[in-house]
Each structure stands twice: as structure tokens, then as C-alpha cells.
């Protein structure tokens, strides 16, 4: 048997399989009846010449979210077995799916005036992001801490926490996790915890800020690596002081910015540098008014949320306005840039961990006016 | 609002979605209507206690595969699109996908006498092992690699190759690729290459194994360290002595082997001692005749193949008779063990490279005669 | 032949090299004449049965530092050549060099008022720490880095630095670096910069602490991972604020210091979470008023300086009334513990990077009360 | 006080010291009753624009050293205290120590007829060369290691060694260890073992090699990474076959060598692909016949012994003959290069893991035809 010229052997099995006579199919059967599959049939779209994610590049609008979550508040009770009041974002992509990329969980939780989510663990990995609101306290393996607008609060793997709310306001965050990721690679485990979280005191500062949140500082305590970050809370007035002091380093002249007008940290693991936890990767992004970024394209998913500001997201070429709270996914090799009118504040969080620590990680940068601009292709 | 009975939120939430009134109807109406989906109602499936993985625990029978291979060697040519003569395990549990595990590719590939499978390039990580037969050599980035029984063949991502068969009779093998978790995660990349391999050259040894072949030793011109490994054949005979030697050791009161019985090599990339490539772990696991591996149960899911002698796998609690070339899935947190009738010979390999890198992994080991014997829990 | 007695060996080459008769006095003249030294006659001196080091356990008083210093301001001018008015502690057990440890310089430096220090750069790596004073600034790679009261100041291997008095006050301070060993190992280069430092800026802030010292925030045009922290000034409020919250910890039962009553911090290099620099760790110790540290020996030596408070440290059983600006070196192995008259800060760097790098890194700890207490051996 | 000339600061201060009238003198006498020392006095000798190493670039000759270890032999019995007939390369620009340079340790041993040198154990590592002979055992933490012509054998810090010699010949093999480091630096242990060694067997292979000498294979039983290499002898028929295919790929065309005609291997930890101990580089070169190297300078020191073949070292500008088991050493920034008259092979050892670990590594490399060929500085 020689060789089939290329376009036969792919589109040829196809055919086969419908038109190929009676031999063909006995085959297919065959394998059929053996839990087998050809690669031939299929090779195409299980190894497409570049990422063709299943995921869409979608836009949800916060105030919508928002009132779902107050009316999920009015009628559906927050306790034990279903946990949470958690509304996830279903990438219409994904098949009905909770899940708003392959690998990454985004919802808002919702907790009505002096409510208590009771306590539990899980493996997935988990954090809150604050986009308005206060009030509420998360217990993090027994440390409470403030959840205050702005505010990112970390619970890594495998701890406890359960979380209540002071006040008699109900109050709405973002929730993220590695749910989707864990539920395919069937990595998790759960435990329930305490009904009632096990301290209701409501500090300012977590312990594990007044021991770890000091720049440049370790504890002496504490001088064994952690997986995860040992900081609970991210607070907003370090994150906001940052941002300013970027854009006033570019101003004077100095190499601060990612780049022009488009200041950024990224939150870390203060015991490596590196990501707050194993498979997720989280950012804050700030652009001038009137900035934009370059377009680039990434292997790996993202999900960002507006924490002020409004401007504009472009998704694959389609330009996306944005206000306060606006959450939107960009799958895997998507491109996207954003565009300011005023000043624009967005948080961010994605799988890049995952990606750089299996090296498959690619970044190709187009310029800001699009092809014509500087590009690089990253490996 | 108080927190809901510990039974009622999952559940609640569950009757409530039906039999909850216009209200609630009204509010899930609203969730699809804007891509949500709240947590409460499926919390128990996303977050199990301990992984409950959809793919199955699954014995494929190497007679039968390869009677159906030579059957598609008959009817199917190879060439430029389909790319391949790979038939795949498809996981009965995972609704007919071409997937060993959610994370692993295992195919047997079969190419007839003087055929050419034509060059090409992938991010997705590759390799064979052959369980038999010979005269077909694989062309790696420009560098022939023979195949002959026993061998681990890779070819890391992004690598060209091709192969192609010098005799006068067909051979098959096993491949093994990420490709589920490539499809998944969305981080494939595709290139065709040439259409015939670009070297026809048979050496007995690759140019790999001539420069990073010789055991403790470095070329000084290969001192950065490389993703995958270097070393794109690892011969039979190196294999078979290094179990040999730990079974002898073992009769010598050394320790050398994993349990008593139980010989054990994993396959290393030499500039760094971890796993051949990035999301893929290979080992050999060889029993003495009459020799039992303990129970163990691991987060990650793997692939084996038999490679000579006659044994048993316990999957679940159900034991399985294997035979030369049968191949078996071990999806996550499933318990497992071996008994070998006599020598028992088995090719590995596994996605533990991603648990270990991500986090997740963990192990749990019973004794060989069930709960009673000696327990661990690593975490 | 047969084996020489155990004593006879070593004292008998001695011997025999004096009273050994002709041949074994040609023997050892043969050696001479080659440039070769037998072991035998040496073993035990070049390989002791724990460390026997040279230097000395000894204590530097500031008051009498300092007033050496003034003088020197008066009469030696600083400038290009000398480059620095820095006067270095030299251990008395080193024979006269210039040397507080075998690895570790230690200096008083002293800069009047108006003057300037003129720029120039070395391979070595160097800190400045502050124990009183304030009106300098130091300039590393450009950036104008104020120095105060507390403040631990990096000027790594490499970098540009020079420094200027704005004041009509003079100022001195701690200098730390790795000279000894650069010396030693041949690794030293340099090269005079500016005559004059190039910024004559006073900031309240440098440019790179308005970059990197935000707590769990890293720039994202700082991704990549540095050799040595890019961190220019540690500052006292950080510190202060840091050790205070261990206490506080403490008191409400919470893990937070190194042992009852003793407070710690290590400065660290923020893009990795490792020391500040490759060769010198750098810490500071707070002991409560009345507290006591354990007696630990280490491989490797360190410096301490008493920043505020008054205490006794006990080094090799000799104990030594301590005050303000107070310095004492620890050489390796050698037993030393502290105790607090009233609150005690001290500042302390070490090699212990070198020693943990190079895997010769070893604790011994004995309890509070000598050999009764909790003892540990770390290997 | 303006800031001084940039030639009279240093200088300055010299003379002042002799000349400086009574003020100065004073100052300077005050600095010696306190134990300190000025920088300006010696800032050139301490802080130099390049390396300026003490220790010179030195040849020993085989013979010489062989014919005085017979000698030693005779005169000199080997047993416990001084514990080896070792005769160390004494570097006449180290003022008589026992150093072959300022890190490293070089001897040869020598083991007469049915001699034993007893077990000991240090933190120092060490290792030993065969460059002719065979007919000893080193048994090394319990296992026996046969030493023959051509092989590297470990005794890594803190592992028991002892040696016998089984034959009615003497044998003689380099010794080199990280003693002088140790010993500046103050890291050493010692401790007595067994005056005969443990075991008296003499097996071709060590259960090291049998564990751990399969290229590309790890035994599941040696999972944790070690400190150094867990291999006890690399022997000389792998190191020959390597550097044969790499000269024979060379003349393939396959890049395989280090420049043209020099083929060279770095001998590595198999769980790291690092160096084989945490001080020492070991390292065998071959140059073909009438091959030359490039000249280059780096940072840190070498040892060099002939094992086969004619050539010549060019060392500082100065040329030297070398004949088989010559020794010669190279300081830090010295250049060298090698020349082959016939085909040329030398084992090399060096402290380069200490300058990478503590990153003050660099390489800068000449043309083989001096300054005017390709330059590269590497830092």
C-alpha cells in the first residue's frame, strides 16, 4: 500500500466510514465494539493547527448578576450541603457547563445581612475578589479576615473557611476557582467543616497580614516554602498605591509600565515570587485615560472583572463596552486588548500558572493598531 | 434569613428548580437566560469527597486491537491529513471520546511494510513504546531512532518527525500523547512537515543516544537544560538490566526495589532527573513470579501495557487476567494492584508529571492483603 | 607493611620529621623541593572534628568606633582611590587583616558633612545598615536612596553606588560585605564610576522601593527573577512595624516568633522569597525585655549589631554586656545565645547563604539553660 | 573637607601613615589598639579591577610526585590518625599550604601491597582519579568500589570510606577534595570509623552502579533528589565511548563538541543533571590530534591531570609540555588553552558549583589565535 495523497487520508476516512462499502464498516464497527476510535477521522479537531477553543470570548454584565444574586438572596437559604450562594458564570461555549473557561470557576456570592456560610475545605483552590461592599468576614483555617472593597482574600487548598456577614446590608464579591480544571483531571477532595464559622471576631487585619504582610520581610517562623501564598488578604490600598506610583514612574521617565500608560502588579507567593497558588494566576491592571493596550493572544484562559472605570474590551475583533463590575472571558488564543476612556481598573485571574508549569505557555503580541504594529511570538 | 438544614440547600435547591414555584422557576429562567448557573444544585457532583472520575477502570486485549489495526492496514492508506494509522482506546466512561484517561492518548499504531508515515509537529507530547516486532525507524528533528522491542521512543512537543518502515512486514506499537489534555486546556499547536521523512538512514543508534547515552555524563555542548529530555530512545537492554540488578540486589538483602518482589525504573530526562517530558510520566514496573504490589490509590490517571509474562490487575476490587501486549486504564484515586503468575513485565506511564507540578497529587497506599496491612496518606 | 598505630601516625610524621633520620628527612625535603605537603603531618589541623575556627568571638564597642571615625574625618579625606572613609573591624584571631569573619567585612563608615563619596562599582555585594543619623543618600544604579535611623540598604554585586551628605552633620554606619571571600576566591572585580554621584536628588522614597515595596505585589515589568533583591532601602518602619505584630501574636497564643519572647525577620529578595543577596543573609531580632534565646551553634559566621536596648550576649560561655551600636562576631560553631535587659534589637548578617548554597550548613541547639534543655542536631 | 584627589586618597593615606606627622599616627595606632583597619590603605590590594590571584599557574610532574610517593611508601606507614599516605600539590604562591589552589585540594595517594587505609568520614567531599593501576577497593559507606584506570570515584561530604589495596603491586591515583575551603571557611567535620574496612569483597561493579548506572533511568527506590551524585564510580569505558561519538558525530557534522576537535563531558548527579558534589566540578576533556582551544579566563580555579596522550597548556602566556599524569593548576582569570600533539585527554576538576551557586561566574573567552579572535564576555 502506498501512501494516500494528503487530502484523501483525513477527509477519505470520513468518507469511508459513510460510503466506504461493507468492509469499512465492519472496521468501524469493529472498533466501535472494542472501545476504539481512529485518529484518522478526527485529527483535525483534536490537533487544529492552533488553539480552537469550544469557549467563548463573552462579555457578563454586572448589574444583571446582581440582581439574580439579590432575588437567589430573597428565595434560596445559604447552609450547609449546597454551601454556598454562589452563581457561576456559564460560558455559552461550555454546553450549560458552571464553568466560565476549561479550567476557572467564576461566580458572585451573594450573603444576606447577618448570614454565616458554614465551614468547609476543599482541594480546588479558591478566592474572593471585592468589587463593592464590606461588612463580611471570611474565616481562613480559624484567622478572620476583613473583606473590603478591592480587596483580593486567598483559600488555598485544602483550607478550612466558612464566611459571615456583620452587617445589615447584604453584600456580592467574586468568587474564583479551579473547579472546572479539578472536576476534569478529577484532582478533588471536600470536607465539611464547623456549621458556624469558629471565630466570629472581626479584626482589621487578618493575623496572617500582621505576620507576612510587611514588604520585603519573612518571618523567621515562617521560613519554609508554601504552595500557596501565606497572606489571606490583598488589601486595596496597596494594590491602588502600586498602580499610582507606576504611571507616576513613567511620567518622570523611568521603566515602570508594562507599557505606556498600562501600569500592572501581579499578587504573589511572598515565600517564592510566584503565583498565590498552583493554578491560578491573579492580576491588577490599570490603564490612563485614553490608553490602550497591544493585542495579544495567549494559550491559556482568563477572566477579567472592571473594578472602575469604563472602557472597552476588543475580543476577537469585536469591541465589548464596559462599565463597573462587567466581567469578561478571553479563551485561549482569543486576541484581546483593552482601551480606556477615563481610568480604567480591571482585575484579572487565569491558568497561566498551569500552562508555564507544563510548558505549553505561548504569547504572540500584535501592536496596539493592530498587525501593522511591533509583533513577537514567544515560546 | 437563617442558614438552611444541612440536607436542604443541595437538595432544596434541586426540588425547589421543579417544585418550587413560579418564583424560583422564575429565577433559574433567569439564570440560563443570562449564562449562570448557581452552585447550590450541584456542589455534591463538582466537588465530590474524593475524585469520582467518569472515565472507567478498563482492560483492552492486545489480540484484538491488533487483529483490528491489521484490518485497518488493509483498508486504510497512511498519508498528508489523517497523518496516522492510530487506533485509540476510548475510555467507555468518557461518552465515546478518543481518550484513554481525561488527560491521556493511547493508540496502537500500525504501519505496513516499506509505507511512510510523513513528517510533522505538535505542541502535544509524544511517545511509543514497542511491545513487540522491529524495522521501522522513527525520524525525529532530522535524527533517525530505530524501533525495536522493548524500547521507549520519545518525540517532545513541538519536535518534526515521521517514520517509516524498512521491511517487508507491517509493525505496531503503542503511542501515547496528552492530546486529551491538549484539547482540553486549549494548547495545541499543528505544523505539516515534509511528506516523506527527511532522512532514510537505519542506524542502529540515534544521534541522541550517541551524545547523552552514557550514564552520570554531560557533553559539555549540552549544558542548558532542556523541557523534555534529550535522549529520544531508551533501549530495551539498558531497562532490562537496571531490573535486573534490583531483583539481584534485593536477593542480596539491598535495598533497591520498591516493595519486596517489585523492581521499578522511571524513564528521566538526564539534564534535569525528572520526567521524560512535561506532562508525561514513563516507567517499567517488573514483579518476580508470585510477587504482589500493595493497594494503592493515586490522584492522576495512568495507562499500562503488558510486556511480557502472565499476570493480574485488581481495578476497584475486580481482578483481571492479563496476557503480553493488554493494556489497562487506572482512572484517578482508583485503588489498584498487581500479582504476577510468573515474571510480569509492564510498561507505565501516567499524567503524574501535571498532578505533581499542579499540587495535587496524593497518594494513598493500603497493605497488599487489603486494609488491614500497612496504610500512608501523602499529601 | 602494616598499619601504624593510631596515635603514632600524624605526631610520628611530625616527629619523624624532625628526629626521623636522613631518609625520612630527604623524604621530606623532596617534597619541599616539588612544592608538595604530606596529609599525615597536618590531617588533624586541616580537618578537625567539628569547626576550630581562627576567628575570634569578639565584641567592637561603637562609642569608641565612632570617635576613632570623627578623627578620621578630620584627618583623612575621602575621595577617589581610597574611595571610601571606612574603617573595618579586623578579628583579632585573623591576623591582622581587614576581616570580621573569613567571609564577612564589617566597616564604620563615615561621611561629613557636605561630602561626597564618588561613585564606583565591584563585584562584591554590599549593604549599608543604619544605626543612628540621617541626612545621607546613597545612589545605587542611579536611583537616590535616602538613609536613616534602622534602614538596611542594598547595593548589590555590580551596581553603581556613591554617596553624598546633604547635611551639616556628619553620619556613620555599618557597612557589610563579602570582601573576605571575594578576596579569597579570586571573584572580585571593579571599576570607578562618576567623581561626583550623578543624581543629587533627595527623595523621601527611591524609585525602586515605589516599584517593589508593596507587600505580595510584584511589577509586571519585573517578572524576571534577580540575583539579588531589587529592593534598594528596607526601612525601619516596615521592620519595627513587623516585629511588633510578632509580639502581639504571641500574646493572643498565636505562632509567630522563633522561640518565647524573641521576634525575628529576614529581608528577602521579593522575586524569589530567598536572602537579599547570594553571599549575605541579613536579619534583625527583637528580644523582649527579660527574654533569653536557646545557645545555638552554626556553621558559618555571622555579625551583630545592637541597634537599640541593652543586653548580654554569651559567646563560647563568656558572657558580654552589650549597648547601642555594639558589635560582635560569631565565628562558626561557636555557642551563642542573648538576653534582654530591657527591649532588645539587634541587627545581624551572616554567610549562611554560602553555607546552605554549598549544602555545609549545620544547627546544633541547646535549650535556654545549656545542655538540659531541648536539644536538636539539623544536618 | 572637600573630597581628595582621586591619586592621593589611597596613596595618600599610605603615606600619611609613614609620614603623616603625629595626628595620623595616632589615628593609626588607635585603629590598632581597637582592631580595626582602614579601607583606604588597601582598597587596590582588597577590591582589584580583575582577579588577582596569589596562587600561581603551576605544573607538577608525574613522575616526580610517583617516584617521591614510592619513597613515602617505603618510610611512611599508612594507618589511623593520619589516616592516608596522601602528598598534596602545595601552590608556591600559597606561601607553603597545602592547597593546589585557594579551594581545592589535589594529592596523590598511595596504597602499598595488601595495604588498608581505615574508614573515616568528613563534611569535606571528596573524590579520587585513577590515571594508571588497579588492583584497590574503595568501599564507601559500606560499598565496595573497585578503582581502575580512567575511572572518577565519589566519597561524597559525610559518606565512611576506607581503602584496601588486594594485589602484591602498589597502587597511586589523585586524590582531590574541597579541604582548603573547608578549612577557610570552617565547615569541616571529622569522625573515625572502622580501622579495617567493612567489607573485604571485590565485585567489578559497586551496588551503586548497579542501582544507578543506566543512562536515562531512575530506580523508583531513589526518588529524593541527593546532594551529590549517588553514583560511586564512573568508569572510564562509558567516559571513553562518549567522547569517541562525539569526535565521530563531529565528523558527521552533527554539532556534538565543544569547538572544533575538542570533545568533552561534564560528569553529573543523575537526580539533578548538576554537579556531582556541591563544591567540586569534575570534568574530562580529549582533544584530537593537533586540535587547539580557545583561550579562556574564569573566575574561580582548576586542576588539570594528563591521562593519555602529548600536548601542551599554554598558562598565562606561558607554554608547558605535558606528558601523561602531569598536574597543573589553573588560578582564576588566568588564561589558558590546551594543544595536542597526538590525541590528547585530561580529567579536570574545578570549584565552578561554588561560583555559579553564588552567581559571581564569568567566562570571557579569546580567540585561539589570541585577542584577535571571537571574544565573548559572559557574566
Given at each position: 500500500?502506498?501512501?494516500?495523497?494528503?487530502?484523501?487520508?483525513?477527509?477519505?476516512?470520513?468518507?469511508?466510514?459513510?460510503?466506504?462499502?461493507?468492509?469499512?464498516?465492519?472496521?468501524?464497527?469493529?472498533?466501535?465494539?472494542?472501545?476504539?476510535?481512529?485518529?484518522?477521522?478526527?485529527?483535525?479537531?483534536?490537533?487544529?493547527?492552533?488553539?480552537?477553543?469550544?469557549?467563548?470570548?463573552?462579555?457578563?454584565?454586572?448589574h444583571?448578576?446582581?440582581r439574580?444574586?439579590q432575588?437567589?438572596?430573597?428565595?434560596?437559604p445559604?447552609?450547609?450541603?449546597?454551601?454556598?450562594r454562589?452563581?457561576?458564570?456559564?460560558?455559552?461555549?461550555?454546553?450549560?457547563?458552571?464553568?466560565?473557561?476549561?479550567?476557572?470557576?467564576?461566580?458572585?456570592?451573594?450573603?444576606?445581612?447577618?448570614?454565616?456560610?458554614?465551614?468547609?475545605?476543599?482541594?480546588?483552590?479558591?478566592?474572593?475578589?471585592?468589587?463593592?461592599?464590606?461588612?463580611?468576614?471570611?474565616?481562613?483555617?480559624?484567622?478572620?479576615?476583613?473583606?473590603?472593597?478591592?480587596?483580593?482574600?486567598?483559600?488555598?487548598?485544602?483550607h478550612?473557611?466558612?464566611h459571615?456577614?456583620?452587617?445589615?446590608?447584604?453584600?456580592?464579591?467574586?468568587?474564583?476557582?479551579?473547579?472546572?480544571f479539578?472536576?476534569?483531571?478529577?484532582?478533588?477532595?471536600?470536607?465539611?467543616?464547623?456549621?458556624?464559622?469558629?471565630?466570629?471576631?472581626?479584626?482589621?487585619?487578618?493575623?496572617?497580614?500582621?505576620?507576612?504582610?510587611?514588604?520585603?520581610?519573612?518571618?523567621?517562623?515562617?521560613?519554609?516554602?508554601?504552595?500557596?501564598?501565606?497572606?489571606?488578604?490583598?488589601?486595596?490600598?496597596?494594590?491602588?498605591?502600586?498602580?499610582?506610583?507606576?504611571?507616576?514612574?513613567?511620567?518622570?521617565?523611568?521603566?515602570?509600565?508594562?507599557?505606556?500608560?498600562?501600569a500592572?502588579?501581579?499578587?504573589?507567593?511572598?515565600?517564592?515570587?510566584?503565583?498565590?497558588?498552583?493554578?491560578?494566576?491573579?492580576?491588577?491592571?490599570?490603564?490612563?485615560?485614553?490608553?490602550?493596550?497591544?493585542?495579544?493572544?495567549?494559550?491559556?484562559?482568563?477572566?477579567?472583572?472592571?473594578?472602575?472605570?469604563?472602557?472597552?474590551?476588543?475580543?476577537?475583533?469585536?469591541?465589548?463596552?464596559?462599565?463597573?463590575?462587567?466581567?469578561?472571558?478571553?479563551?485561549?488564543?482569543?486576541?484581546?486588548?483593552?482601551?480606556?476612556?477615563?481610568?480604567?481598573?480591571?482585575?484579572?485571574?487565569?491558568?497561566?500558572?498551569?500552562?508555564?508549569?507544563?510548558?505549553?505557555?505561548?504569547?504572540?503580541?500584535?501592536?496596539?493598531?493592530?498587525?501593522?504594529?511591533?509583533?513577537?511570538?514567544?515560546?
Amino acid at each position: 500500500m502506498t501512501a494516500a495523497a494528503p487530502e484523501n487520508a483525513a477527509s477519505g476516512g470520513n468518507e469511508m466510514t459513510g460510503a466506504g462499502g461493507p468492509e469499512l464498516r465492519e472496521l468501524y464497527d469493529g472498533f466501535a465494539a472494542e472501545n476504539l476510535t481512529p485518529l484518522w477521522t478526527q485529527r483535525d479537531d483534536l490537533m487544529p493547527p492552533s488553539p480552537a477553543p469550544r469557549a467563548a470570548a463573552h462579555v457578563w454584565r454586572w448589574h444583571r448578576l446582581y440582581r439574580l444574586a439579590q432575588r437567589a438572596g430573597d428565595l434560596v437559604p445559604v447552609g450547609r450541603g449546597g454551601e454556598r450562594r454562589a452563581i457561576a458564570l456559564a460560558n455559552p461555549g461550555l454546553g450549560g457547563a458552571a464553568y466560565a473557561t476549561p479550567t476557572l470557576w467564576a461566580a458572585i456570592q451573594y450573603l444576606g445581612p447577618k448570614e454565616t456560610a458554614p465551614e468547609h475545605r476543599h482541594a480546588q483552590n479558591a478566592f474572593r475578589f471585592v468589587v463593592e461592599g464590606e461588612g463580611v468576614w471570611t474565616v481562613v483555617n480559624g484567622d478572620p479576615v476583613r473583606m473590603s472593597r478591592g480587596d483580593l482574600l486567598l483559600t488555598p487548598g485544602w483550607h478550612f473557611h466558612g464566611h459571615h456577614n456583620e452587617t445589615d446590608q447584604p453584600m456580592a464579591w467574586l468568587d474564583g476557582l479551579d473547579i472546572p480544571f479539578s472536576h476534569y483531571a478529577d484532582t478533588g477532595f471536600f470536607e465539611f467543616g464547623s456549621d458556624r464559622v469558629t471565630d466570629y471576631a472581626t479584626p482589621n487585619f487578618s493575623r496572617s497580614e500582621r505576620l507576612w504582610g510587611h514588604p520585603g520581610l519573612r518571618p523567621l517562623s515562617g521560613l519554609r516554602d508554601t504552595v500557596s501564598s501565606p497572606i489571606a488578604a490583598y488589601r486595596w490600598e496597596h494594590t491602588d498605591r502600586a498602580l499610582t506610583e507606576q504611571l507616576l514612574l513613567e511620567e518622570e521617565g523611568q521603566p515602570a509600565t508594562v507599557e505606556q500608560g498600562h501600569a500592572a502588579v501581579r499578587y504573589v507567593n511572598p515565600t517564592t515570587g510566584g503565583d498565590v497558588m498552583p493554578t491560578i494566576r491573579a492580576e491588577f491592571h490599570r490603564l490612563r485615560p485614553g490608553a490602550a493596550t497591544a493585542t495579544r493572544r495567549e494559550v491559556g484562559s482568563s477572566v477579567f472583572q472592571v473594578v472602575d472605570g469604563e472602557g472597552h474590551v476588543t475580543l476577537g475583533g469585536k469591541r465589548h463596552e464596559l462599565r463597573q463590575g462587567d466581567l469578561f472571558t478571553v479563551p485561549s488564543w482569543v486576541p484581546w486588548s483593552l482601551s480606556a476612556e477615563d481610568g480604567f481598573d480591571l482585575f484579572r485571574f487565569s491558568d497561566a500558572p498551569v500552562m508555564e508549569r507544563l510548558h505549553v505557555a505561548r504569547t504572540h503580541l500584535e501592536g496596539p493598531e493592530g498587525p501593522e504594529g511591533p509583533e513577537g511570538d514567544t515560546r
